[in-house]
């Protein structure tokens, strides 16, 4: 069963519980700062191998020492489901044992 858009009001309810976390009505966000770079390529690997565990898969942005973290739900037309929301709160999980913040 295709999951159900959240209304913004839930979406806004979601974030709540993930600090950092924003929408701009189309998908949820964050950026993780890290301490260099290959710490933040570890981090978009393990957060690779979640996503492959979940079926579900953002958008992931590498930098320097940055990892930006962008998801929506494709298959309900980029829409923001509770698939994203349990993604951000998988990644943010483990975003202490990178150091990110
Ligand atoms: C066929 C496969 O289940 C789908 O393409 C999955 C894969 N990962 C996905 N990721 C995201 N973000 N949205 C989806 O709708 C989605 N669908």
Redesign the pocket.
């Known amino acids: 069963m295709a999951p159900q858009p959240l209304s913004p009001e839930e979406t806004e309810q979601a974030l709540a519980g993930l600090p950092h976390w924003k929408t701009d009505g189309n998908s949820v966000f964050r950026t993780y700062s890290l301490t260099g770079h290959l710490p933040a390529a570890a981090m978009a690997m393990h957060i690779a191998a979640i996503q492959e565990e979940l079926?579900?898969?953002?958008e992931l942005t590498l930098g320097y020492n940055s990892l930006a973290v962008s998801?929506?739900?494709?298959?309900v037309g980029g829409r923001i489901t509770e698939?994203?929301i349990a993604l951000a709160r998988r990644i943010e999980e483990i975003a202490p044992n990178h150091g990110a913040s």
């Open positions: 079926n579900h898969h953002s998801v929506n739900t494709h298959s698939l994203d």
